[in-house]
């Protein structure tokens, strides 16, 4: 594993946090709503799941969904319905107080690590981004280093989204539109669960 490999993982890593999806969305919103800690919370839990895909796209889970594509549909299933439902429970909170509409503290990691286990896609996305740019021969201390990396990443863009949207002005813009913005993160929630659900 060369340093320009592991530059290439990481640039490849930071464009798909960018891209517009469930975690991301996921994440701002529990940031505005929450606040700091809440959006930490949230991106160590996605961050968490995320890494963990990627080991097991390093240890070579994605030919287990070949093999076993029943498993794979099993677990699409699950997440897009856990999306589905985060997006009913957004909409249904829209009008409450923003202290009843955030998951705080334990709740905020553990909605984060259900929000990226309930995209299976993502181990495949990780497998096909790993074939690509390592080695078939890496060892198992390269893999556990390639795995911490991804979480150290994912946590550190999460914080930093976490410092910029829990300020003052972004809270007070959030409060005024609270309603609509939940709305809209719900219905592009419930839209990507149903995608997720019913694509190939």
Not at 22 to 33: E, F
Not at 67 to 77: F, M, S
């Amino acid at each position: 594993m060369t340093t320009a490999q592991f530059i290439a993982f990481n640039l490849t890593l930071l464009a798909a946090m960018a891209a517009p999806g469930p975690a991301l969305l996921y994440a701002l919103r529990q940031s505005v709503a929450g606040g700091f800690w809440t959006g930490v919370a949230t991106g160590a839990g996605l961050g968490l799941m995320a890494a963990l895909w990627t080991g097991a796209a390093l240890l070579g889970l994605n030919a287990v969904f070949a093999i076993v594509p029943w498993a794979y549909l099993a677990l699409k299933t699950a997440g897009a319905l856990y999306l589905i439902w985060i997006a009913v429970q957004l909409w249904r909170s829209a009008n409450q107080p923003v202290s009843d509409s955030a998951n705080p503290g334990a709740r905020a990691f553990l909605g984060g690590v259900l929000v990226n286990l309930a995209n299976p896609k993502s181990v495949l996305f990780a497998g096909a981004v790993l074939v690509v740019i390592f080695p078939p021969d890496l060892s198992l201390g390269a893999k556990a280093l390639i795995v911490a990396n991804h979480f150290i990443v994912e946590l550190v863009v999460y914080t930093l989204f976490a410092a910029c949207l829990s300020s003052a002005p972004a809270r007070a813009g959030y409060l005024r539109l609270k309603p609509i913005i939940d709305r809209m993160a719900a219905v592009i929630l419930g839209a990507l669960g149903l995608r997720l659900l019913f694509g190939r």
